[in-house]
């Protein structure tokens, strides 16, 4: 399906990724009067990693991948279950079980960014004028692999945000 629509095999998720993601997805909700069928969940999620590995925004995502308000909205329902965070959690758990987390020594920064749309998660960046923007708070461990993330509006403290930071199963 994907080669149809002149995509490429690439974005596709490679079988073993998607035989451990399959199990985090949430079942899908019936449709008991009817209504259009949901898409399958490995085109919605090849589609969805399609707009994070390329940064497009949801309106460019290629028609074949899927309609861009389908491919989003499920996005959304996904965020809500907690798919991307048990996603998250997962890659932890194996990585720290083949390789190791080195928790020995971290690091936490963070950086604001600009936000011109706003959205209900910026805040007033106190130092770019009072303009729209969010804050990002990284966590990683001795090898710089990233163990942590959390954002927030700009207007954030930074120690507001460590307590998210850190990663939790």
């Known amino acids: 399906m994907i080669q149809a629509c002149g995509v490429g095999e690439a974005w596709r998720i490679p079988d073993d990724m998607w035989e451990r993601i399959g199990p985090l997805l949430p079942a899908e909700r019936p449709h008991p009067k009817g209504g259009r069928p949901w898409q399958p969940a490995r085109q919605m999620m090849d589609a969805i990693f399609y707009v994070l590995r390329t940064g497009c925004q949801w309106k460019a995502l290629p028609r074949g991948l899927g309609a861009p308000s389908t491919v989003h909205e499920r996005f959304q329902h996904w965020v809500e279950a907690g798919v991307f965070q048990r996603l998250r959690m997962s890659g932890l758990l194996e990585y720290d079980e083949r390789v190791g987390i080195d928790w020995a020594w971290q690091a936490m920064d963070g950086a604001m960014t600009k936000a011109s749309p706003g959205g209900e998660s910026t805040g007033r960046n106190p130092t770019n004028r009072g303009k729209h923007g969010t804050k990002r708070s990284l ?9 942590g993330l959390s954002i927030d509006g700009a207007n954030r403290h930074d120690m507001k945000l460590v307590d998210r930071t850190l990663p939790r199963q």
């Open 139 to 147: 966590l990683t461990e001795g090898r710089g692999v990233p163990v």
